[in-house]
């Protein structure tokens, strides 16, 4: 994306999704994961480490509860599929790509006071959204590495950046289809506020696993032309939603997923 107060026509900001092999530290973006299938967490249940104490004459008095349907517009549903099943650049996996632990945590590095403070505002913002997975700033050893940079230094930070991107990220995933590391970068120099702000709405949000552009809502973050929306719009906010409702895993392709929601 460019300056418009150079002359120059913004382009939008692609992304790019590599998948690399869990037991190998592979980075290159054409590596291509293993057709596993989603790999389910393995979950202790309390009631069930309670119950096995007890003598068997005496019943469990917890029944169990069915998870909960997420509801979702037809039109979200079809946005979901077009932005969370498929990336911009690399390898198209056609199935979910997605973060799996509670806390998904970035580190930032350089950003002015206001570019920090609208990184704090979508960090709450989508937030707000989740049920299973959130994002987190830290100072330590972080999933997500965010860099505030000029744009001439983007190459020596990710070396898989496609250049003429004024804000790029770049994620790796697993043969199961588990997001493990990532890297953003945007443009510190040289673009307004606003387009920066919207650059870190829309890469960050990227990077946790709906990577492609769309070319039907401007009011989108997704959307693959020129447009600087700062906020999340109705529908982006449904596509979020669903990805960390506890409802899609990784590797889901549309068949699974369609059938673990209520469309409305």
């Known amino acids: 994306m460019g300056s418009a107060a150079r002359g120059r026509i913004p382009r939008t900001v692609p992304a790019l999704l590599a998948a690399s092999l869990v037991l190998v530290a592979c980075r290159a ?3 291509t994961p293993a057709t596993a299938g989603p790999s389910a967490p393995a979950v202790v249940s309390a009631t069930a480490a309670t119950a ?3 003598p068997s004459a005496v019943p469990s008095a917890t029944p169990s509860v069915a998870p909960v349907r997420p509801s979702i517009s037809k039109a979200g549903l079809a946005y979901f599929f077009t932005v969370a099943l498929r990336s911009q650049y690399g390898t198209d996996a056609d199935v979910a790509t997605m973060w799996v632990q509670p806390e998904v945590t970035v580190r930032v590095h350089g950003g002015t006071k206001r570019s920090r403070s609208c990184l704090n505002k979508v960090v709450a913002d989508f937030n707000a959204l989740t049920a299973t997975t959130d994002l987190t700033l830290t100072g330590g050893t972080p999933d997500i590495e965010f860099y505030f940079a000029p744009v001439t230094k983007f190459r020596s930070i990710e070396p898989h950046y496609v250049p003429g991107n004024d804000g790029f990220f770049y994620v790796h995933w697993s043969s199961g289809f588990e997001m493990t590391s990532g ?3 945007i443009r510190s ?4 506020e606003r387009a920066r702000c919207h650059l870190i709405r829309a890469e960050l949000t990227r990077a946790m696993g709906m990577a492609n552009n769309s070319g039907k809502y401007p009011d989108s973050i997704f959307y693959g032309r020129y ?3 700062t906020r999340y719009s109705s529908l982006d906010k449904e596509v979020i939603r669903l990805l960390y409702s506890g409802a ?3 590797g889901d392709d ?3 997923i369609t059938r673990a929601v209520t469309v409305r």
């Open 29 to 31: 973006p054409d590596a």
């Open 52 to 54: 096995s104490a007890v």
């Open 183 to 185: 890297t953003v970068m």
């Open 189 to 192: 120099t040289g673009i307004g």
């Open 227 to 229: 447009s600087t929306p």
């Open 248 to 250: 899609v895993h990784p």
């Open 254 to 256: 549309k068949k699974s």
